[in-house]
């Protein structure tokens, strides 16, 4: 699989959805997603674009799993692969030991210039609010803050977050 991810250009959904579904039923495909090279960040979106399509199929991760992606957070991923995994944070469990990292990762993520990514990083900031209650207070004084000052698509984002009763 990761022969094919260094050959994937980086852009085409068709050729990274064939990827998925080639190996998706693979024996130990899940735990890949999670074994990320250190230092290729093309690898890395491609292992972020398979890990959201597995989680928009349903697939949810222990903190065991979720523990791996921690070291890439600590500087900014790629957007595309930020983006990714802040989309995926609802099926990623997070255990109080991981708690302060996921916090720090989606703080940075709030405060990038990217407009999809800032979109998304309220909704993990909101469902690591709906985990950890201690969190709630903050995050809807961040969606109260965002509506009032973000850009009209991150507004729009985060009103679909209010219908959907995320936040």
Not at 44 to 54: A, E, M, N, P, T
Not at 76 to 83: D, I, Q, R, Y
Not at 142 to 166: C, F, H, N, T, Y
């Amino acid at each position: 699989m990761l022969n094919k991810l260094q050959n994937w250009d980086g852009k085409s959904s068709e050729d990274i959805s064939r990827i998925y579904k080639q190996h998706h039923m693979d024996m130990g495909f899940a735990e890949r997603l999670f074994d990320w090279p250190n230092d290729d960040p093309h690898i890395q979106k491609g292992l972020s674009w398979l890990l959201k399509r597995h989680c928009d199929n349903g697939a949810t991760f222990e903190a065991k799993l979720s523990n791996n992606l921690l070291p890439h957070l600590k500087t900014m991923p790629h957007w595309e692969t930020a983006l990714h995994i802040l989309q995926s944070i609802a099926s990623l469990e997070i255990s109080n030991d991981q708690l302060k990292a996921w916090e720090q990762f989606i703080r940075l993520c709030l405060a990038q210039d990217n407009k999809f990514v800032r979109a998304w990083s309220y909704y993990a900031f909101a469902v690591l609010s709906r985990r950890f209650p201690n969190y709630k207070e903050e995050a809807r004084q961040l969606v109260e803050m965002a509506l009032r000052d973000e850009a009209p698509s991150v507004k729009a984002r985060i009103r679909q977050m209010q219908e959907q009763g995320l936040c």
